[in-house]
Every structure is written in structure tokens, then in C-alpha cells.
């Protein structure tokens, strides 16, 4: 069975400050992926990125990075210089080679303070 | 391109009542997937669609239904509503049903209220 944790429920920041939003995994699969998701107020989901498991490189996209590590199997979320428009509910994802489930954490609810 | 579009956007029903969600997916994508989300149980995945077959199955109990016309629009139906359906349901896309290139696409999602 798969299983994602997001052990940060909720953070709070001041503007301009740095956050990493943990991510933990637990599959038994050698192919997977792992996905970061946004949801802001409004409710939607907004795709952030996909990291492949056979791919540990990290990724920078202006001032959000992540770093996968499968040795400790996370997945965790880095927003440099946070903004008031950062916040959001924060979801990670993972999902089998195969079909298109998702296996949701619980979130971390971040909110940015100006 | 349009995203996932879903209707009605809010709902209210009464228990005992079944209702009938819609998805329609981005042009082009194949696969739909339907998503329950609560304060309690947080995202849990009801099903998913990729060429009118269902593909896969969360654990749901059977009043959870769906299906997939040929242009790819999804319905999901709720039968004999109870208070604890009550949830936010999302509905999403991609252009097929595995492999590495396919991120899902998120609608707004359909706010359902049971009273």
C-alpha cells in the first residue's frame, strides 16, 4: 500500500521568510511519481511539478525548489522568500506507473503574514 | 485551452436523495479522475475513466457510481446521499491512462452539501 505524510499540518510565516514543506512516501513499487500541488482559497488544484523516482535530481523554478531524496524517501518543498500570495494548502502526491491515482498527504496549510 | 470544467459548482441535497456530478476534461484527454475531499479524511480517490472503461477504484462504497461518454465527459452519481457525503469533489485530467509525461489536471471541483 502507499502512503504519503505531511507531519506539518500548518505554518505560518512572515513575508519574505524561507519554508520547506516536509514530504514523506512509503511504496513498494520501483517506478512511481511524486507530485506537489497547490490549493489555493478558491479550491483548485494547481499542478506545481512531477519528479520521476529514477530522477533525483533536484528542481529550481524561480523561488520554489525541490528535493527528492529516495534513500530517506522524501519529497520536500522549499519556497524562498515567501509572499502573501504563497498562501495556500499545500498537498504532495504519489502515484504508481500505471493509471492515474493519486495517493494524497494530508496537506500543510501555509499561510504567509505580511 | 480550456481547463477541466465541472457543474454544477455548488449543490445542496437532502439525505436519502442521489445526485449526478459532471466533468468535462481538457480537449484532447482521455482519462478523468474523480477526487472526495474532506476536513476529515482529506483527498481520497473515488475512480477513474480513460475510454469509457472504468480503469481503477478507491474504496468507495458501491452508491458511488460513474461513467464515461465517447468525448470523454465524466458523470459521477451519488446515490441515497448521507450527511457524511458532504464534501468537495474534484474532478481530474490527463491525455492518457500511465507513463511518465502525465500530470493531472484539476476543474474547480462541485461543493456538495447534504442537509
Known amino acids: 500500500a502507499q502512503k504519503v505524510t505531511q507531519a506539518q499540518t500548518e505554518i505560518s510565516v512572515v513575508e519574505k521568510e524561507d519554508v520547506t514543506l516536509d514530504c514523506v512516501y512509503e511504496?513498494?513499487?520501483?517506478?512511481?511519481?511524486l507530485f506537489w500541488y497547490k490549493q489555493p482559497p478558491s479550491g483548485e488544484l494547481v499542478f506545481l511539478i512531477r519528479?520521476?523516482?529514477?530522477?533525483?535530481q533536484n528542481e529550481i523554478s524561480g523561488r520554489y525548489s525541490w528535493n527528492f531524496q529516495k534513500s530517506t524517501s522524501s519529497f520536500n518543498f522549499t519556497i524562498t522568500a515567501s509572499q502573501v500570495v504563497d498562501s495556500a494548502v499545500y498537498f504532495c502526491a504519489l502515484r504508481k506507473n500505471a493509471g492515474n491515482m493519486l495517493t494524497f498527504g494530508g496537506g500543510t496549510r501555509l499561510m504567509v503574514k505580511p | 485551452k480550456a481547463g477541466v470544467t465541472q457543474t454544477p459548482r455548488y449543490l445542496i441535497k437532502t439525505r436519502g436523495q442521489q445526485v449526478t456530478l459532471s466533468c468535462s476534461p481538457i480537449s484532447g484527454h482521455r482519462s478523468v479522475s474523480w477526487y472526495q475531499q474532506t476536513p476529515g479524511q482529506g483527498l481520497q480517490f473515488l475512480f477513474e475513466?480513460?475510454?469509457?472503461?472504468?480503469?481503477n477504484k478507491g474504496n468507495f462504497p458501491g452508491r458511488f457510481s460513474g461513467r464515461q461518454f465517447s468525448n470523454s465527459r465524466s458523470e459521477m452519481n451519488v446515490s441515497t446521499l448521507e450527511l457524511g457525503d458532504s464534501a468537495l469533489y474534484l474532478c481530474?485530467?490527463?491525455?492518457?491512462?500511465?507513463?511518465?509525461?502525465?500530470?493531472?489536471?484539476f476543474g474547480p471541483g462541485t461543493r456538495l452539501t447534504v442537509t
Open positions: 519528479r520521476n523516482s529514477f530522477d533525483e
Open positions: 475513466y480513460f475510454s469509457e472503461t472504468q480503469r
Open positions: 511504496t513498494r513499487d520501483t517506478t512511481y511519481y
Open positions: 481530474a485530467s490527463t491525455p492518457g491512462t500511465s507513463g511518465f509525461s502525465y500530470e493531472q489536471y
